[in-house]
C-alpha cells in the first residue's frame, strides 16, 4: 500500500524558511512532486523530482526560492523554502504518479497523495 506523510508546515514571517518532509511508503515511482493550493484556488505544481537521477522541475513562482530533493535511504522527499512570501501561503502535499511520461504538471497526472501540510507566511 502506498503511503505518503507530509510534515514540517507551520507559520513563518515573509524572508523566512521552512523545510517540508514527504516520507514515503510502499512501492517508490519515478516522480515525485510538491503540490500547493491556497482558499479558493486551485492545486498549483510546484516542483517534482525524478527519484532516480534527481532531475528536478520548478513552477516559474518557486523558482530560486524552493529547492525539492530526495533521500533514498529515507525514502522520503523534501522542499526546502527560503525568501516566503505571503502568496506562499497554502496548504501543500506530495504526490506521485504510476506513470512517468507526461509533463507532470497537472494535479490529475498524480495517482497518490499526502494528506498536506499548511504554511501559513505572515507578512
Known amino acids: 500500500q502506498v503511503q505518503l506523510v507530509e510534515s514540517g508546515g507551520g507559520l513563518v514571517q515573509a524572508g523566512g524558511s521552512l523545510r517540508l518532509s514527504c516520507a514515503a511508503s510502499g512501492r517508490t515511482f519515478r516522480k515525485y512532486a510538491w503540490f500547493r493550493q491556497a482558499p479558493g484556488k486551485e492545486r498549483e505544481f510546484a516542483a517534482d523530482i525524478s527519484w532516480s537521477d534527481g532531475s528536478t522541475t520548478y513552477a516559474d513562482s518557486v523558482k530560486g526560492r524552493f529547492t525539492i530533493s530526495r533521500d533514498n535511504t529515507k525514502n522520503t522527499v523534501y522542499l526546502q523554502m527560503n525568501s516566503l512570501k505571503p502568496e506562499d501561503t497554502a496548504s501543500y502535499s506530495c504526490?506521485?504518479?504510476?506513470?512517468?511520461?507526461?509533463?507532470?504538471?497537472?494535479?490529475?497526472?498524480?495517482?497518490?497523495w499526502g494528506q498536506g501540510t499548511q504554511v501559513t507566511v505572515s507578512s
Open positions: 504526490a506521485t504518479r504510476i506513470r512517468p511520461d507526461g509533463w507532470g504538471y497537472s494535479q490529475y497526472e498524480y495517482d497518490y
